[in-house]
């Protein structure tokens, strides 16, 4: 059974620093194929795309968010690591990892979400 | 403003059959796999569809997809008061070098 769970802060203060971890069990993250991408829903609005790291560490970013945004991944911990500076009201969402999958391009499993606020 | 096209939303009434459309460009829906995703309220989204036309195990077969050139399509037969949900088509774009998703399709059962 794939399972993933994101953890982190709640509440930030403007232009502090995201960390979140994203835990994965059921997959390694080494096998070829395999990925883990970060996905953002802002309160009430739809999906938006943040990044994607690869088994072979090779990454992949938003190009809105590109000089914002980072992701590393741990496999001996398997653990994936998304940050993001400078965060602003804006960014503001709930946070989801899932797993992806390269053959098919499709996000497989997903972890429940983790809410972010911004505020003063 | 999304990369891919998507109603905001759909209604139909009970056992009926409605459809999603997901319209994009040659860099994304044309060239890639589309998926389709379910969000029920206040959950995380699901996989729904995977290689544009394919059901993960466990989701019913009253729902099915299609694509054709740089449009994709979802369709939900049989409608029940638990397909409420928003409904996402993704897949990747080869200009931007990312992911991307539509807008999101509430669809209402009425």
């Known amino acids: 059974q794939i399972t993933l769970k994101e953890s982190g802060p709640t509440l930030l203060r403007p232009t502090q620093t995201l960390t979140l971890t994203c835990t994965f069990s059921g997959f390694s993250l080494t096998s070829d194929g395999e990925g883990v991408a970060w996905i953002r829903q802002p309160p009430g609005k739809a999906l938006e795309w943040l990044a994607l790291i690869y088994w072979d560490n090779d990454m992949r970013y938003s190009p809105s968010l590109k000089t914002r945004v980072s992701v590393t991944k741990d496999t001996s911990r398997k653990e994936v690591v998304l940050i993001l500076t400078n965060m602003g009201p804006l960014d503001t969402a709930t946070y989801y990892c899932?797993?992806?999958?390269?053959?098919?391009?499709?996000?497989?499993?997903w972890g429940p979400g983790a809410l972010v606020t911004v505020s003063p | 403003q999304s990369v891919l096209t998507q109603p905001p939303s759909v209604s139909a009434a009970p056992g009926q059959r409605v459809t999603i459309s997901c319209s994009g460009s040659s860099f994304n829906i044309e060239k890639y796999d589309v998926a389709w995703y379910q969000q029920l309220p206040g959950k995380a989204p699901k996989l729904l569809i995977y290689d544009n036309i394919r059901r993960p195990s466990g989701v019913p077969d009253r729902f099915s997809a299609s694509k054709s050139g740089t449009s994709a399509t979802l369709g939900i037969s049989g409608l029940q008061t638990g397909d409420e949900a928003d409904y996402y088509c993704?897949?990747?774009?080869?200009?931007?070098?990312?992911?991307?998703f539509g807008g999101g399709t509430k669809l209402t059962v009425l």
């Open positions: 899932a797993q992806y999958d390269v053959w098919t391009g499709s996000l497989d499993s």
């Open positions: 993704g897949a990747w774009d080869s200009s931007l070098n990312a992911g991307v």
